[in-house]
């Protein structure tokens, strides 16, 4: 598992403080006007990275791994539909429902909410958040990286994957 640190950085947005500070601004700004009960931004891979709300938190990691995998699941079946891949994915249950949505093309929004709130007002309000979301991952996609921060060295990936190595 040779991968070049250029692809490593490529493939993967880098957040600082001020980015999360960003990001978590727009999804209390969307709590507070759909009344939605949480929401989790998570990466394609399954990674949190950030939530707002009521998140139970014993169970986060688990959510997320599981709502990334969902997505992927069904692209398969969007594309027996003639379908790329859906954008927006929702489950509803008895008590609390989640709502599922793609942010650019490497994050997920995921939304949960309970009686407190309704199906319509989390997709309303959840597509103008999407887009502002989505407007602040290309800002970070396109700056470059700060150079006050930590450097992958030049030989990361031979290092990580001998770390691997040695733990297991």
Known sequence: MNIPDQKLRADRLVFYA???????SELDGFLELSGAKCALL??????LVTRRG???AEAIDSLSALTAGSFAATKLMAQ????????????QGARQSIQISLIGQRTLLAIVWDERT?????????QETSRRLE???EEIGRRPVDPNQAELSGDYSREAAAA???LF
């Not at 001020?18 to 978590?24: E, I, M, T």
């Not at 998570?42 to 990674?47: A, L, M």
């Not at 027996?80 to 489950?91: A, I, K, M, P, Q």
Request: glycine share 6%.
């Open 18 to 24: 001020r980015d999360v500070d960003q990001l978590d």
């Open 42 to 47: 998570i990466d394609r891979e399954g990674h």
């Open 54 to 56: 009521e998140a139970a």
């Open 80 to 91: 027996l539909l003639g379908e790329d891949e859906f954008s927006t994915l929702s489950h």
């Open 118 to 126: 309704n199906l319509g007002l989390v997709r309303f309000y959840a």
């Open 135 to 137: 407007m602040v991952f």
């Open 164 to 166: 691997l190595d040695d």
